[in-house]
């Protein structure tokens, strides 16, 4: 009898210590995927990196994220700054006039690079939406499946964009990500994380860029065509010379 309700304890004991892990919600998920991934660094540190021919900076100005792009073109340097939804563009340190439909567009050029780069940093900003849709598997491998959406207020020129991710069921690090679109025709994306590395503490990859042989797929569906290899690869995403300073 004592055997068996030690036994009982034991089994009791061990359900109730994995329960919390089989009872994570999308925010959870997320949560630790920024401790795992750089978590309060994020907040406090400047970063740069390259990313094709293009330097992208983050610095704070009196307590304000500042996001930058410089790149040369012919003599000049070219400056791009995004200071929330301000916008502005410096030719060799002049500043610019640059009409407002264009300005949007370079915008959200500079921040959709850094927003990539900062990931999964991004997922707990205040517009963002999250839902687990629970488990799948990528090429043999099980990972939490997370829909991102975006409330108009607040979501960019892009909310109505949706975004899958898929996170690591040990390590809550992004291992797949996913997105479709609406701009330019639309389409749809596939990204698979690679080369990672820890720059002081904070977590940069690079991605493998896909997208789907045949258009009309729904975008919760993108991971069985990858692991079906009905996405064709597109291009590469790599990030060069990356800093991380404290602020």
């Known amino acids: 009898m004592n055997r068996y309700v030690a036994a009982l304890l034991l089994v009791t004991f061990l359900a109730c210590k994995e329960k919390p892990e ?10 630790k995927s920024i ?30 994220k500042v996001l930058k792009r410089t790149f040369q073109l012919d003599s000049v340097t070219i400056t791009d700054v995004k200071n929330g939804n301000d916008f502005e563009r410096f030719l060799n340190d002049s500043l610019v006039a640059v009409p407002d439909t264009m300005a949007v567009k370079y915008a959200n050029s500079v921040n959709s690079v850094h927003y990539f780069s900062r990931l999964p940093y991004g997922l707990n900003d205040a517009a963002v939406n999250k839902e687990l849709l629970g488990e799948e598997s990528i090429v043999g491998e099980t990972f939490y499946k997370v829909k991102v959406t975006f409330d108009q207020n607040g979501g960019g020129d892009d909310y109505d964009d949706t975004y899958v991710y898929w996170f ?18 639309g389409g749809q994306r596939f990204r698979k994380a690679y080369n990672e590395r820890y720059v002081n503490g ?13 258009e ?3 975008i919760l569906d993108i991971g069985k065509l990858f692991s079906s290899g009905e ?17």
Do not use: C, M, W
């Open 22 to 31: 089989n009872n994570l919600t999308a925010q959870d998920i997320v949560d």
């Open 35 to 64: 401790a795992v991934s750089g978590g309060g660094l994020y907040a406090d540190h400047n970063t740069s990196f390259v990313f094709r021919d293009r330097t992208y900076l983050s610095d704070f100005v009196e307590g304000k």
């Open 168 to 185: 690591d069921k040990e390590t809550f690090k992004p291992e797949y990500l996913a997105y479709g679109f609406h701009v330019n025709g």
């Open 202 to 214: 904070i977590r940069f990859v690079d991605y493998e860029n896909y997208k789907p042989k045949k």
């Open 216 to 218: 009309g797929s729904d």
């Open 231 to 247: 996405l064709e690869l597109l291009s590469k995403i790599e990030l060069t010379d990356i800093t991380v300073e404290k602020d």
